[in-house]
């Protein structure tokens, strides 16, 4: 791109000089995954560029490449001119590239000192570390930055999250890192608190370093961001000067695709209400939440990752309290108290952590499918195991489950046969309302097209679907009306018919449209 | 992943039953109790005797009744070890009971009710507080132990109706005693319970995977809380029966009993992690600690040198599973 001296018309000063950091013809891929193409992106000494991308478009990939986690499978990586390979986090570490990560990865039961120097800690004469210099060079570091108020003796398991993120940005300085990467900083920061954030920006920048600022939050981009860079399904799609690119333009290169997946056609009779949720309140997470849900209906959840819809659907399938609100299921109020409550009465959560809160693993595949079923399975208790294989036989065979045999352990199944006995387990109870939250996060194509096609199957059948998710696609091709949150509260609810992607990005992102 | 054509049909299980159990951790067990039974034959002329077989059975029988119910707590991933102080406090109870005048019948409900009190109390603390159960449970291990410090100071409680000895004394038929029939038959209840009934199976999903059983409609706080108090209830039961076969209280009774009761759980495959485990496995751990017991009693080793001998044994068998799955792994997958 342009690396001739442009100026900058606020402050005269020189805005590009030549890249501290150059990735050129970076690929990645994984078994069945193509993560990155051919991807580039350059870092300038003393600005900022964002790196802006929906979920999967490449951007945590390119992140651990950059770091040393990851290695490319071709491209080159420079640093001021010469080509440098980063075989481990040690050796990204040595060239001064650092990364400040959402939820900060340090280390809770150590001091603040200790976290700033761990690994290279001044020693005194004897080879021991000495304490006094570094708790002296702490201190001096955090004065530095403006972060003076952290205490270098205090434990960091006692400071905020927003102190956890400076305690990082001390650690950078302190090993003199030229190339800072902030990996959604601002996600769990008060407004206050990223306002602090950006000053220290500010701060990095006026210090010389590269910074990479990763976030989906438009107006912190246009505040702090000197470049842009679009990914789109691991492909760079677009790069310049954010004071040359308007809003509309940069969300029309991350979601302007070409359609790569066919979504099923379905004609499911949209019929009276199942159920409606109003007013519905919980403490921190959301307020006032209210919409109605048709029988035969997909109602789609659009948001940015926080905005509190897993929240809300794990309210409704009482697995959390609320503070207040109704919920009415075909007419009777219900207030589940937990997720038992829900599933007697006919609503089921499938959880986006599949791992965490989906299967059991360790438990054979027939045991996981029934575990929500067992009533129905079991007589006055005692369990028929005829019954459970059964009933796991006829929920594996119409997902196309992919297993050697039902007595195996699901531990041992792809992810996306992982997320199939997921959706089995929950579709064997036989529920009124079935809530798929990220029901293809991180599957393969195939096994998303399995789901897709299942979920067209289940609305035909008179089911009705809440269907979670943030990819847009998906989103689009699936729902019959969109729900959009945005931080706790429902921003608006969309009709499916002509609504394109950028009207969803823009709402999501508190951007008037 | 493969790409066969679709639909296809799963079958239920590829190995066979009498495959897996000739493989299985249970099956390692008989192997190592009929080589222990053969050694002390061997040993001592004095074992191969019906009335020395039945006496070798007392060594067991009460722990092992404690070790079915703590077997399900710990698949479940808790663990209590205040059972041993339990049955110090319930022992100390019915011996004020006693002190009263009270007959037989009391006695029992007494010992059986303040164990499933005791349990109760673990279990709330546990499920509603949210407390890890190992820091609960080494609390109440010194709260019930030292109420019967206190109350008994270094006095003992004697003078127990005759016909309480029944309990821990009496034999149903020929050389079987009333606690072995016990153990069996609470064995069969608890194998049916864990392996045969839904909340067995929750058990094991709790296990596993508390999260993702909550998600799936398993209540874990009940499910838990109803496994403590069936490991108080346990306690309990044996309460009676030591009381009874000593015929007398002190505070120290049943010292040291809660490592052997977890020991007898974790020889017999029970996954200190949770999650894994089965019933059969700790009946047949359970005879091997009293083959072991009374054949080194036989061969007049020192009680000091079998504490020695129970710690080694302690840590062989929580390697030993570990170790055997990694082998069991690499032959199946």
Same mark, same amino acid.
């Given at each position: 791109?342009?690396?001739?001296?442009?100026?900058?018309?606020?402050?005269?000063?020189?805005?590009?000089?030549?890249?501290?950091?150059?990735?050129?013809?970076?690929?990645?891929?994984?078994?069945?995954?193509?993560?990155?193409?051919?991807?580039?992106?350059?870092?300038?000494?003393?600005?900022?560029?964002?790196? *802006?991308?929906?979920?999967?478009?490449?951007?945590?990939?390119?992140?651990?490449?950059?770091?040393?986690?990851?290695?490319?499978?071709?491209?080159?990586?420079? *640093?001021?001119?010469?080509?440098?390979?980063?075989?481990?986090?040690?050796?990204?570490?040595?060239?001064?590239?650092?990364?400040?990560?959402?939820?900060?990865?340090?280390?809770?039961?150590?001091?603040?000192?200790?976290?700033?120097?761990?690994?290279?800690?001044?020693?005194?004469?004897?080879?021991?570390?000495?304490?006094?210099?570094?708790?002296?060079?702490?201190?001096?570091?955090?004065?530095?930055?403006?972060?003076?108020?952290?205490?270098?003796?205090?434990?960091?398991?006692?400071?905020?999250?927003?102190?956890?993120?400076?305690?990082?940005?001390?650690?950078?300085?302190?090993?003199?890192?030229?190339?800072?990467?902030?990996?959604?900083?601002?996600?769990?920061?008060?407004?206050?608190?990223?306002?602090?954030?950006?000053?220290?920006?500010?701060?990095?920048?006026?210090?010389?370093?590269?910074?990479?600022?990763?976030?989906?939050?438009?107006?912190?981009?246009?505040?702090?961001?000197?470049?842009?860079?679009?990914?789109?399904?691991?492909?760079?799609?677009?790069?310049?000067?954010?004071?040359?690119?308007?809003?509309?333009?940069?969300?029309?290169?991350?979601?302007?695709?070409?359609?790569?997946?066919?979504?099923?056609?379905?004609?499911?009779?949209?019929?009276?209400?199942?159920?409606?949720?109003?007013?519905?309140?919980?403490?921190?997470?959301?307020?006032?939440?209210?919409?109605?849900?048709?029988?035969?209906?997909?109602?789609?959840?659009? +948001?940015?990752?926080?905005?509190?819809?897993?929240?809300?659907?794990?309210?409704?399938?009482?697995?959390?309290?609320?503070?207040?609100?109704?919920?009415?299921?075909?007419?009777?109020?219900?207030?589940?108290?937990?997720?038992?409550?829900?599933?007697?009465?006919?609503?089921?959560?499938?959880?986006?952590?599949?791992?965490?809160?989906?299967?059991?693993?360790?438990?054979?595949?027939?045991?996981?499918?029934?575990?929500?079923?067992?009533?129905?399975?079991?007589?006055? +208790?005692?369990?028929?195991?005829?019954?459970?294989?059964?009933?796991?036989?006829?929920?594996?065979?119409?997902?196309?489950?992919?297993?050697?045999?039902?007595?195996?352990?699901?531990?041992?199944?792809?992810?996306?046969?992982?997320?199939?006995?997921?959706?089995?387990?929950?579709?064997?109870?036989?529920?009124?309302?079935? *809530?798929?939250?990220?029901?293809?996060?991180?599957?393969?194509?195939?096994?998303?097209?399995?789901?897709?096609?299942?979920?067209?199957?289940?609305?035909?059948?008179?089911?009705?679907?809440?269907?979670?998710?943030?990819?847009?696609?998906?989103?689009?091709?699936?729902?019959?009306?969109?729900?959009?949150?945005?931080?706790?509260? *429902?921003?608006?609810?969309?009709?499916?018919?002509?609504?394109?992607?950028?009207?969803?990005?823009?709402?999501?992102?508190?951007?008037?449209? | 992943?493969?790409?066969?054509? @679709?639909?296809?049909?799963?079958?239920?299980?590829?190995?066979?039953?009498?495959?897996?159990?000739?493989?299985?951790?249970?099956?390692?067990?008989?192997?190592?109790?009929?080589?222990?039974?053969?050694?002390?034959?061997?040993?001592?002329?004095?074992?191969?005797?019906? %009335?020395?077989?039945?006496?070798?059975?007392?060594?067991?029988?009460?722990?092992?009744?404690?070790?079915?119910?703590?077997?399900?707590?710990?698949?479940?991933?808790?663990?209590?070890?205040?059972?041993?102080?339990? #049955?110090?406090?319930?022992?100390?109870?019915?011996?004020?009971?006693?002190?009263?005048?009270? =007959?037989?019948?009391?006695?029992?409900?007494?010992?059986?009710?303040? =164990?499933?009190?005791?349990? @109760?109390?673990?279990?709330?603390?546990?499920?509603?507080?949210?407390?890890?159960?190992?820091?609960?449970?080494?609390?109440?291990?010194?709260?019930?132990?030292?109420?019967?410090?206190?109350?008994?100071?270094?006095?003992?409680?004697?003078?127990?109706?005759?016909?309480?000895?029944?309990?821990?004394?009496?034999?149903? %038929?020929?050389?079987?005693?009333?606690?072995?029939?016990?153990?069996?038959?609470?064995?069969?209840?608890?194998?049916?319970?864990?392996?045969?009934?839904?909340?067995?199976?929750?058990?094991?999903?709790?296990?596993?995977?508390?999260? @993702?059983?909550?998600?799936? /409609?398993?209540?874990?706080?009940?499910?838990?809380?109803?496994?403590?108090?069936?490991?108080?209830?346990?306690?309990? #039961?044996?309460?009676?029966?030591?009381?009874?076969? $000593?015929?007398?209280?002190?505070?120290?009774?049943?010292?040291?009993?809660?490592?052997?009761? #977890?020991?007898?759980?974790?020889?017999?495959?029970?996954?200190?992690?949770? =999650?894994?485990?089965?019933?059969? =496995?700790?009946? $047949?751990?359970?005879?091997?600690?009293?083959?072991?017991?009374? /054949?080194?009693?036989?061969?007049?080793?020192?009680?000091?040198?079998?504490?020695?001998?129970?710690?080694?044994?302690?840590? #062989?068998?929580?390697?030993?599973?570990?170790?055997?799955?990694?082998?069991?792994?690499?032959?199946?997958?």
């Amino acid at each position: 791109m342009d690396t001739t001296a442009q100026l900058d018309p606020t402050t005269e000063q020189p805005l590009a000089a030549a890249p501290r950091l150059t990735l050129a013809g970076i690929s990645k891929s994984f078994p069945g995954v193509r993560a990155l193409h051919d991807v580039s992106l350059s870092l300038y000494p003393g600005q900022v560029t964002a790196l *802006i991308g929906e979920n999967g478009a490449g951007k945590s990939t390119l992140v651990k490449i950059m770091t040393g986690i990851y290695q490319p499978d071709t491209g080159t990586i420079s *640093i001021d001119g010469q080509a440098v390979t980063l075989p481990s986090a040690h050796a990204a570490f040595g060239h001064g590239i650092t990364a400040i990560h959402q939820e900060t990865v340090l280390f809770d039961d150590l001091t603040v000192a200790e976290n700033i120097f761990l690994g290279h800690a001044p020693r005194s004469r004897f080879g021991t570390i000495d304490w006094r210099t570094m708790r002296k060079n702490a201190r001096e570091v955090l004065d530095t930055m403006g972060a003076g108020h952290i205490d270098a003796d205090a434990r960091l398991r006692d400071l905020g999250i927003a102190n956890k993120h400076l305690v990082a940005v001390a650690r950078a300085m302190s090993i003199d890192a030229q190339i800072v990467i902030m990996d959604e900083p601002t996600a769990a920061l008060s407004l206050k608190e990223i306002e602090e954030l950006f000053l220290l920006v500010e701060f990095l920048k006026s210090e010389g370093k590269a910074i990479l600022f990763i976030s989906h939050k438009f107006d912190e981009i246009y505040r702090i961001a000197d470049r842009y860079t679009v990914f789109r399904d691991g492909e760079m799609v677009g790069e310049g000067l954010i004071r040359d690119a308007g809003q509309s333009q940069i969300v029309r290169m991350m979601v302007g695709r070409a359609v790569d997946h066919i979504f099923p056609q379905r004609k499911a009779e949209i019929g009276a209400p199942v159920l409606a949720v109003s007013g519905l309140s919980h403490p921190t997470e959301f307020d006032d939440i209210g919409f109605e849900l048709h029988r035969g209906e997909i109602l789609g959840f659009y +948001g940015l990752v926080g905005a509190g819809r897993s929240e809300v659907m794990q309210a409704i399938s009482g697995i959390t309290r609320t503070s207040s609100g109704t919920i009415t299921l075909e007419g009777k109020s219900i207030m589940p108290k937990s997720a038992a409550d829900s599933i007697d009465a006919g609503i089921v959560y499938v959880p986006e952590e599949r791992g965490k809160q989906g299967v059991v693993i360790g438990l054979p595949i027939f045991q996981n499918i029934s575990l929500p079923s067992l009533k129905r399975t079991s007589k006055s +208790g005692v369990l028929q195991l005829a019954e459970e294989f059964a009933l796991a036989r006829a929920y594996t065979e119409r997902l196309d489950l992919r297993a050697a045999s039902l007595s195996q352990d699901v531990g041992t199944l792809s992810g996306g046969n992982q997320q199939k006995i997921v959706i089995a387990k929950w579709l064997a109870t036989a529920p009124k309302v079935i *809530i798929l939250d990220e029901p293809t996060k991180g599957i393969d194509i195939g096994s998303k097209a399995a789901v897709h096609g299942f979920m067209a199957e289940l609305v035909a059948q008179g089911l009705s679907v809440i269907m979670v998710s943030s990819e847009l696609p998906e989103i689009l091709g699936m729902s019959d009306r969109v729900v959009v949150m945005r931080e706790g509260r *429902i921003a608006s609810i969309y009709d499916n018919k002509g609504l394109d992607a950028e009207t969803l990005v823009k709402t999501a992102a508190g951007i008037a449209a | 992943m493969t790409d066969t054509p @679709a639909p296809r049909h799963i079958p239920d299980r590829l190995d066979t039953p009498l495959n897996s159990a000739i493989y299985s951790w249970e099956a390692l067990l008989v192997a190592v109790a009929v080589a222990i039974f053969a050694v002390n034959s061997f040993a001592s002329p004095y074992f191969l005797d019906a %009335w020395s077989l039945s006496d070798l059975t007392f060594n067991f029988t009460e722990k092992a009744l404690i070790a079915l119910a703590m077997a399900l707590l710990i698949i479940s991933g808790e663990i209590d070890l205040s059972v041993a102080a339990i #049955i110090a406090l319930a022992s100390t109870m019915m011996g004020m009971a006693v002190q009263a005048g009270a =007959g037989t019948p009391v006695l029992v409900a007494i010992g059986i009710l303040v =164990g499933l009190g005791c349990g @109760a109390f673990n279990g709330l603390l546990v499920t509603r507080l949210g407390l890890p159960s190992i820091v609960v449970t080494i609390g109440t291990m010194s709260l019930f132990r030292g109420i019967a410090f206190i109350v008994l100071g270094d006095q003992a409680y004697k003078g127990h109706p005759s016909s309480f000895a029944f309990f821990g004394q009496g034999y149903v %038929w020929w050389v079987v005693s009333f606690e072995l029939t016990l153990f069996l038959v609470a064995a069969v209840i608890y194998w049916f319970l864990l392996h045969r009934t839904s909340f067995g199976r929750r058990v094991f999903a709790i296990g596993n995977n508390p999260v @993702a059983a909550q998600f799936s /409609g398993v209540r874990v706080g009940r499910i838990k809380f109803i496994l403590f108090c069936l490991t108080g209830l346990m306690a309990g #039961i044996a309460s009676v029966l030591i009381t009874s076969r $000593l015929g007398s209280t002190r505070p120290s009774i049943a010292q040291g009993y809660e490592l052997e009761v #977890i020991t007898m759980v974790v020889l017999g495959g029970v996954s200190i992690l949770g =999650g894994a485990g089965s019933i059969v =496995g700790v009946v $047949l751990a359970a005879f091997i600690m009293g083959l072991v017991t009374f /054949g080194l009693g036989l061969l007049n080793v020192p009680g000091i040198v079998m504490s020695i001998f129970i710690g080694l044994l302690l840590i #062989i068998v929580i390697a030993l599973p570990i170790v055997w799955r990694r082998v069991r792994r690499e032959r199946f997958t």
